[in-house]
């Protein structure tokens, strides 16, 4: 075996490694109509952000996905009409749901 053939292998081999990284995961899996309509979803500002009113949310908003969003969080300015972002606050309060 040769010096460049000794080198390459373990070259080839980390690259392989590296590559296999770069592999996209499959996206959320979206549900519903797809089409968001957050009206009658203004009963839940002012309420905990629980998992039982998230899921109710998500339910009643008909979107495909849901986007919580806390006080930290920078988001995108992007518009989909199948998603629902419900803005949550220090305090896991919810201050705002929209379709955007």
């Known amino acids: 075996m040769s010096r460049h053939t000794r080198i390459a292998v373990p070259v080839l081999a980390v690259a392989a490694t590296l590559l296999s990284g770069c592999v996209s995961s499959p996206g959320p899996e979206v549900r519903g109509s797809g089409q968001c309509h ?3 979803l203004q009963w839940a500002v002012g309420q905990p952000a629980a998992e039982d009113t998230m899921r109710k949310l998500f ?5 495909g996905l849901i986007n919580p969003i806390g006080p930290a969080t920078v988001v995108s300015k ?14 896991n309060v919810i201050t705002a749901v929209r379709c955007e």
């Open 38 to 40: 957050d009206a009658p």
């Open 59 to 63: 339910r009643e908003s008909g979107a």
């Open 78 to 91: 992007d518009k989909r009409d199948d998603r629902l972002r419900v803005f949550i606050d220090k305090d």
